[in-house]
């Protein structure tokens, strides 16, 4: 067996560091774009919030912010039709004349809660015809998770609400454990990390272990060729 040097071993120490810290690098202090996991239930003529936020929290005053219908498709042969915001935040006020007609003067921020991180959507005196999945989107957000998905259900049968409170972050429902929604997908890639830097470690711990084994058995074996060389001929 040949004897091996250190730098053998040192190389895929620092190989295995790198890895380490380009994996944790993504997730630890990501900033994700949070919906809800469950469809927002609404009578007709109720004032509705659709949720969402930043986790963890973060001011997007400055940013952009928009609510889109992504199930809605534009009618190619019409202009104005081709403008499919709910509603837009940009440069730190409302644009309304990017908004859709339907929506005009019926929806709104919490402007004071967005330095919280609180970009949920105020819509007034829903009716069946806002039936649909939403989708708040950050497009300059630094983050792998910049856009969320939340459903408005508008039933008829649903009692009619006097009243509704704003949603602040900490108020969110807890996402369903079988919900694949941001929320779950950004706990599923620290947890894929957390699993993949353990592996990391044990081949480390073994790679060290092979290697203070094969000096040690090295000495062992240069140790007995010199007792034997030591010993006197009989003749």
């Given at each position: 067996m040949s004897r091996l040097s250190s730098s053998s071993y040192t190389f895929p120490l620092w190989t295995l560091i790198l890895c380490s810290?380009?994996?944790?690098?993504?997730?630890?202090?990501?900033?994700?774009?949070?919906g809800s996991s469950l469809p927002i239930i609404a009578a007709p003529g109720d004032d509705v919030i659709l949720p969402c936020h930043l986790e963890p929290m973060f001011n997007v005053q400055g940013l952009t912010v928009e609510w889109s219908k992504p199930d809605l498709k534009p009618d190619p042969s019409d202009r104005l039709s081709r403008v499919e915001y709910v509603h837009l935040y940009r440069d730190r006020k409302e644009v309304p004349d990017m908004k859709m007609a339907s929506y005009?003067?019926?929806?709104?921020?919490?402007m004071d809660d967005m330095k919280h991180g609180n970009i949920s959507l105020k819509i007034l005196n829903v009716s069946e015809e806002d039936n649909g999945r939403y989708r708040c989107f950050i497009p300059k957000l630094q983050s792998r998770v910049k856009a969320a998905v939340v459903e408005l259900v508008v039933d008829p049968n649903v009692a009619k609400t006097s009243t509704m409170a704003p949603l602040h972050p900490r108020n969110f429902q807890t996402p369903d454990p079988q919900d694949t929604t941001p929320t779950n997908a950004g706990r599923s890639r620290v947890a894929v990390v957390v699993v993949v830097v353990t592996l990391l470690l044990v081949l480390a711990l073994a790679g060290f272990a092979a290697y203070f084994s094969h000096r040690i058995f090295q000495k062992l074996k240069k140790h007995q060729k010199d007792k034997t060389q030591k010993q006197p001929l009989q003749v």
């Amino acid at each position: 067996m040949s004897r091996l040097s250190s730098s053998s071993y040192t190389f895929p120490l620092w190989t295995l560091i790198l890895c380490s810290a380009f994996l944790i690098a993504p997730v630890q202090g990501e900033v994700l774009v949070i919906g809800s996991s469950l469809p927002i239930i609404a009578a007709p003529g109720d004032d509705v919030i659709l949720p969402c936020h930043l986790e963890p929290m973060f001011n997007v005053q400055g940013l952009t912010v928009e609510w889109s219908k992504p199930d809605l498709k534009p009618d190619p042969s019409d202009r104005l039709s081709r403008v499919e915001y709910v509603h837009l935040y940009r440069d730190r006020k409302e644009v309304p004349d990017m908004k859709m007609a339907s929506y005009f003067r019926r929806t709104e921020l919490f402007m004071d809660d967005m330095k919280h991180g609180n970009i949920s959507l105020k819509i007034l005196n829903v009716s069946e015809e806002d039936n649909g999945r939403y989708r708040c989107f950050i497009p300059k957000l630094q983050s792998r998770v910049k856009a969320a998905v939340v459903e408005l259900v508008v039933d008829p049968n649903v009692a009619k609400t006097s009243t509704m409170a704003p949603l602040h972050p900490r108020n969110f429902q807890t996402p369903d454990p079988q919900d694949t929604t941001p929320t779950n997908a950004g706990r599923s890639r620290v947890a894929v990390v957390v699993v993949v830097v353990t592996l990391l470690l044990v081949l480390a711990l073994a790679g060290f272990a092979a290697y203070f084994s094969h000096r040690i058995f090295q000495k062992l074996k240069k140790h007995q060729k010199d007792k034997t060389q030591k010993q006197p001929l009989q003749v």
